[in-house]
């Protein structure tokens, strides 16, 4: 994580500093999700840890609290923050050299930092819905709120999962589905 963000090797940074990588190189995709290993303490938050709730009320807007704090202080702050324990790490791939029916699926989920934890699909995932599976599956609290939120929220579900492609026979056995998978 920290090297990625050092080096920039990301492609969407979202608000919790968490990222977002996508690349696809000699014919195999990989996707991952790399949630912030460390506790996020959003402006907001850190406002009520240096200002009194006398100087919070008497200003009456977070917003411009926020403003007044130094970048290089709140950085530190995050810097000097513990691990965040429930932080989620996510992977997507798909590889067609290590492919072996029940033992290394073409396409398939890792969840966690073991590598042998792998889930077989029977699909191409595509990366919006790798990216609304991490979002639903790490910040459960905001996918409530989409419902909500975003008009027809529930049908973009639907059309996102059927712009996922079904695997040809060549990359999917039909073995595999024997084992637990996601279709």
């Known amino acids: 994580y920290d090297c990625a963000i050092c080096n ?9 500093d968490s990222i977002f990588q996508f690349s696809f190189k000699n014919d195999e995709l990989r996707y991952a999700f790399i949630q912030n290993p460390y506790i996020y303490i959003s402006k907001e938050e850190y ?7 006398e100087e919070v009320s ?12 130094d970048e290089n202080e709140y950085e530190q702050f995050l810097n ?15 590889s067609l050299s290590g492919y072996k029916a029940l033992n290394h699926s073409y396409s398939h989920i ?7 934890m792998r889930v077989p699909l029977s699909i191409i ?7 609304k599976f991490c979002i639903k599956t790490s910040y459960y609290r905001y996918w409530q709120k989409a419902f909500i939120l975003i008009p027809n929220f529930e049908n973009t579900l639907k059309v ?3 712009k996922c492609l079904n695997l040809d026979r060549t990359h999917w056995n039909i073995k595999e589905e024997y084992d637990l998978y996601i279709k």
């Not at 000097?80 to 791939?93: A, M, P, V």
């Open 8 to 16: 920039f090797d990301y492609e969407f940074l979202l608000n919790d």
């Open 47 to 53: 406002v009520t840890t240096i200002f009194t709730q």
């Open 58 to 69: 008497e200003i009456n807007n977070i917003d411009v609290l926020a403003d007044l704090i």
């Open 80 to 94: 000097e923050q513990e691990l965040n324990s429930i932080s989620n790490y996510i992977r997507y791939d798909t």
């Open 110 to 116: 890792h969840i966690g930092l073991n590598p042998d």
């Open 125 to 131: 995932l595509t990366p919006l819905k790798f990216i």
């Open 160 to 162: 996102s999962k059927n």
